[in-house]
């Protein structure tokens, strides 16, 4: 498709673009096995203006009729404005922390014991609870961005072998690996915090620093890293395009 003097070529995963027969710019197309609903793109387009790009997403979406789906660096306002421009809304922005002791202010940050209110389990009919929550949480906080197309047996798979819970409410939970907070899930945002608290400090105990993302669509990431005083490092925006967006020209029905 050739269109304001540029032409645009799909071959199976690739787009590739072109001016006056010169390649100027390519979008790689790939699927995740967890979220297969939308089309994932990995974006080379720094030299094609705003128009040419909302032209060459128009032609993908065109040829894929499935939700077009980028994550970058919150940095990267060039491309930014050109998503914007050709019809993306952002979804979610995705923060990486990594944090040390004191990066906290909180008089309750005190070193605590595994028996102090926290429970810890790696197997059994107690862990199969925790996963049947985070699971159901998981498919919620998702659900309007890139739906979980995992099966239950397919999810737990990838999730950590350790849950660290909190003795008094167990619906406040973590799945941690070494210094690694992977998932978190609760039954309240105060609840949570105070948790929370618990296990930032039974950690640190272990660690030296930890790791963690927290999605701003999920409530309970984001008690998590507002306990933290560090301004957050990192941060990646998901931008997603609907096949229906009409905006830059309506795609055609299935």
Known sequence: MRHIGIECKLDGNCLTIYRQGTLVAIIQIYKNHAHGRNAYLDLSIDDLCNQESAYAFKMLSSQLTVPLQVMLPSSKKDVVEKLIFAGFELKRKCYEMVVERAHFNHGSMNVIKLE???????????????????????????????????????????????????????????????????????????????????????????????????????????????????????????????????????????
């Open 116 to 254: 102090e209110g926290l429970g810890i389990t790696k197997s059994g009919k107690e862990r199969n609870n925790f996963s049947n929550q985070l699971f159901a949480r998981f498919k919620e906080t998702h659900e309007h961005i890139s739906p979980l197309t995992l099966s239950f047996k397919e999810f737990i798979d990838i999730l950590p072998a350790t849950v660290l819970y909190d003795k008094d409410e167990p619906r406040n939970f973590a799945y941690i690996e070494e210094n690694e907070i992977a998932y978190v899930c609760g039954k309240d945002q105060a609840g949570f915090q105070k948790f929370s608290l618990k296990l930032l400090a039974y950690l640190l105990n272990q660690y030296e620093y930890l790791i963690f993302e927290a999605d701003n669509t999920d409530n309970y990431a984001m008690t998590l890293l507002h306990l933290c005083d560090e301004v957050p490092g990192h941060s990646y925006d998901t931008y997603i395009k609907n096949s229906f967006d009409g905006k830059n020209g309506n795609m055609p029905k299935k």
